[in-house]
Nanobody, 122 residues
């Protein structure tokens, strides 16, 4: 069974920084795109960063220039460096990955982590 486990959330003052991590474990053959989403109270879940297996990244305008996504393929881990945090960045952050599981099934899976809470005080 494949799972994603996030860590690094917490409480930070506006203007501060946090680094989130998400490690994939289990029977994994290959990981394709990895993404970070967030969901604020009473709002829809939104994509905040994505990275392909080759390292190409994409961000929405709301976080571009402040957030940086990176990955360590050897560790099956994706990171989200968040700088210049604002109160509106407060949300539960979720990691997502598209991957091929290992033997014997070699199935394509979309896997989600359990979420890590980020609170930015103004």
């Amino acid at each position: 069974q494949v799972q994603l486990v996030e860590s690094g959330g917490g409480l930070v003052q506006a203007g501060g920084s946090l680094r989130l991590s998400c490690a994939a474990s289990g029977s994994i053959y290959s990981i394709y795109a990895m993404r970070w989403y967030r969901q604020a109270p009473e709002k829809q879940r939104e994509l905040v960063a994505s990275i392909t297996s080759g390292g190409s990244t994409n961000y929405p305008g709301s976080v571009k220039g402040r957030f940086t996504i990176s990955r360590d393929n050897a560790k099956n881990t994706v990171y989200l460096q968040m700088n210049s945090l604002k109160a509106e960045d407060t949300a539960v952050y979720y990691c997502n990955a598209g991957l091929k599981s290992g033997p014997p099934s070699y199935r394509y899976l979309e896997v989600w982590g359990q979420g890590t809470r980020v609170t930015v005080s103004s």
